[in-house]
């Protein structure tokens, strides 16, 4: 029997005993070495060959990640691993480290119960470190921490025993600092959950000389780091490597420190899923029940030249198997499950049944999208996965020829169902398609993908940078009036604080709450008690408060004044940017006594119209995203790094030495930052090394908002006058 055939039978009989399982993922900033640490792992566990891990990327499955060398999708695969004499299944996702696909990230995280966090001992906690343990700690994911590169402290810093052992002190410290702040407002979190040596939910090592070690393993192999430090000064990484294992410490670690699905549930369930805690349903998950109905959260959307549409998720409650009739949620009727499977990398190895606690692969769920629920009865859905950024920058893309029309737009469809994180703007009338994504590098993945694995040969505009609107200060109470005049509002509007718009944009505040607990979260968020009670919608990042005092009629007009808030919020007055972070107040309303003359045609315009020239009022602004840019670069090259930042408008924050490199630090905006990589290349001579992280949106500078606006105004094909109230710009 072959060796692979013989792990997917041992993970068959593993998966009916949820005490024993892992559901975990591996999480770091990009190149803190998260594919080559799975490489070694796989290899432990007998499912690839001990002499190409590290330099196979096993688990970068796609052409286009081997050869750019980063991790752009999330990988899963299950194995089996030995801890004090019991063997164990582990479903481990890789997940990507780029900022551009933290989509992914967060969607992995809803399917597991614990995230390795990958740490770079050269570079310490990064942008992004804090990004993947806030995206786990916001979905009741329990942490461990392993430092990589290890080595590189050894040979190239030539650090001493003391030196070394301060600089990985102090990244312990700074992981505990983030998760500390993060965890301080989680009451569903029974314990401490920060990191330490003592514990062994720390680990040190190397991914690329197969090597770790952490409290438990010393004490086991008797080794130090006295040996540690000579083996790898004198070359002797295979002696290293045989004698202490990365595999070994670390699967160890993930099978004594993460829980299981039976301990994970209980607590995981409450945070995700807002349905009634005391129902039937609520029971069997919180139990890992296999013999319940079936619940089953889809994470990921993927494509099989084979196969065909393939759901990947975590299995809630009840088991899985061929031929089960389920409901998806958000659509109509039944899907047939033609398969189930586990993954082995990149293969996938179908399956009798999936039970309770683990991780599926799935087809013949035609309906399904990144973060569907599909059970076997009508429930509520899982909370929707909520994505740490929104997409910055947009292209158009057209087919070269007309003919392949009908399957770009095919394929565009099914971008936006695998990847939630992309936003897809069809234009039937132009046959023009817009794209927007988190960056450059993600919307450059997703074309590349179309041309190369559907064969359609795609013309890709430049890239645009999506701004947004916001008002700058209070505004009066102004009127919005029907085309028929019988209808009158009265809004104002005016800034919100930026608490609050974080609240939302984090999920911790949205419409889907109980009431009550929206109230809380408002008021936390530091919205003033009488305010929180009258929330009326949340739109995007906006909030509407309906402060009128028995109006007639308005509770059964009130459908259409959101929808013409919403319509109007979507389109901005400067430039039809979509508007954030506002507080719009509805004082008044006079309405007419007769339904037919308020319909849709009459209170939809009005409130349009109210709304805009209440953001008018209030001097709305252009906002552009910027983000944090952060450049490693030797000394002789700094003053040309800190000029790339400083010449695309924008302004450096720190500069210091880590090493031997010096470390630029600052903020610029994004549109400026398109064709960065190559400009740094040339004035570093190459040897920079840099990454972007999202950082919200600014007001752009006063004397470039007349020029940005016309310019967005002509784009957008909108007459090029603005009207007269904008007087201010």
């Known amino acids: 029997m072959g060796r692979r055939k013989k792990i997917v039978q041992e993970c068959e009989r593993l998966m009916d005993e949820p005490e024993n399982i892992r559901n975990i993922a591996i999480a770091a900033h990009v190149d803190h070495g998260k594919t080559t640490l799975s490489d070694n792992l796989l290899a432990g566990a007998g499912m690839i060959s001990e002499d190409t891990a590290g330099e196979q990327l096993a688990m970068d499955t796609k052409e286009d990640e081997q050869e750019r060398g980063i991790t752009i999708d999330a990988a899963n695969v299950s194995m089996t691993h030995e801890y004090e004499d019991t063997n164990h299944l582990i479903n481990l996702i890789d997940t990507p480290g780029h900022v551009d696909f933290g989509g992914d990230v967060t969607r992995a995280m809803r399917a597991v119960d614990g995230a390795m966090v990958v740490v770079d001992a050269v570079e310490g906690a990064m942008p992004q470190t804090e990004t993947v343990l806030r995206q786990a700690l916001r979905e009741g994911v329990k942490p461990t921490l392993f430092i990589n590169k290890v080595d590189r402290l050894i040979s190239e810093l030539q650090e001493g025993p003391q030196e070394m052992q301060e600089r990985l002190m102090s990244v312990i410290a700074d992981v505990n600092e983030l998760i500390r702040g993060m965890a301080e407002n989680m009451d569903d979190i029974p314990e401490d959950w920060t990191v330490s040596v003592e514990d062994g939910t720390v680990g040190f090592g190397s991914a690329l000389y197969k090597w770790g070690v952490s409290m438990p393993s010393m004490q086991r192999t008797g080794m130090d780091f006295g040996d540690i430090m000579e083996l790898e000064q004198n070359d002797k990484r295979q002696e290293l490597h045989e004698r202490t294992p990365l595999s070994d410490v670390v699967l160890d670690m993930v099978c004594e420190h993460f829980p299981n699905p039976v301990d994970a549930q209980p607590r995981r369930v409450p945070r995700i899923w807002r349905g009634d805690p005391e129902s039937e349903l609520a029971d069997t998950m919180r139990l890992v029940d296999e013999d319940g109905e079936v619940v089953f959260m889809v994470t990921d959307i993927s494509m099989d030249p084979h196969a065909g549409e393939i759901a990947t998720g975590r299995v809630f409650s009840g088991t899985l198997e061929k031929g089960q009739e389920l409901y998806v949620s958000g659509t109509a009727g039944k899907n047939r499950i033609q398969s189930v499977g586990l993954f082995m990398g990149s293969e996938r190895e179908e399956v009798e049944h999936v039970p309770a606690g683990n991780i599926a692969s799935v087809t013949g769920l035609r309906d399904a999208i990144a973060g569907s629920t599909v059970s076997s009865v009508e429930m509520t859905p899982f909370e929707s996965i909520e994505h740490i950024s929104e997409p910055v920058i947009t292209k158009s893309v057209e087919a070269q020829n007309m003919d392949d029309l009908p399957k770009l737009i095919e394929t565009l469809q099914q971008v936006a169902k695998e990847d ?310």
Do not use: C
């Open 420 to 729: 939630p994180t992309i936003q897809i703007e069809i234009n039937e009338d132009t046959g023009e398609h817009l794209i927007s994504g988190q960056g450059e590098l993600h919307l450059e993945v997703i074309t590349q993908r179309i041309r190369d694995n559907q064969g359609i040969p795609v013309i890709t505009g430049e890239p645009i940078v999506v701004f947004r609107e916001q008002p700058q200060e209070a505004s009066r109470e102004v009127e919005g009036q029907s085309p028929n005049r019988h209808n009158k509002f009265y809004l104002t509007v005016e800034p919100m604080d930026q608490e609050i718009v974080d609240a939302i944009q984090l999920g911790e505040v949205s419409m889907d709450m109980p009431e009550l607990e929206r109230r809380e979260a408002l008021q936390d968020a530091g919205m003033d008690k009488d305010t929180s009670q009258n929330v009326e919608d949340i739109h995007r990042t906006n909030i509407l408060i309906d402060d009128t005092k028995g109006i007639q009629h308005l509770n059964e007009t009130m459908e259409l004044v959101l929808e013409g808030l919403q319509e109007a919020l979507d389109d901005g007055p400067l430039a039809a940017e979509p508007v954030q972070g506002s507080l719009f107040r509805l004082h008044d309303a006079k309405l007419h006594e007769d339904t037919i003359h308020r319909g849709p045609a009459q209170v939809i315009p009005a409130v349009r119209d109210a709304v805009h020239r209440s953001l008018i009022d209030g001097e709305v602004r252009l906002l552009e995203p910027i983000q944090d840019v952060r450049i490693d670069v030797p000394s002789e090259h700094m003053g040309a790094a800190s000029g790339e930042i400083q010449g695309r408008r924008g302004r450096v924050d720190d500069m210091y030495q880590e090493g031997d490199l010096m470390v630029v630090e600052g903020i610029a905006p994004v549109e400026e930052m398109i064709g960065f990589s190559s400009d740094i290349r040339s004035a570093t001579e190459g040897r920079a090394s840099w990454n972007t992280e999202n950082a919200g949106f600014r007001v752009l500078v006063d004397n470039l908002q007349r020029e940005k606006i016309m310019e967005i105004r002509e784009r957008k094909g909108m007459k090029l006058e603005l009207p007269s109230s904008i007087d201010y710009i």
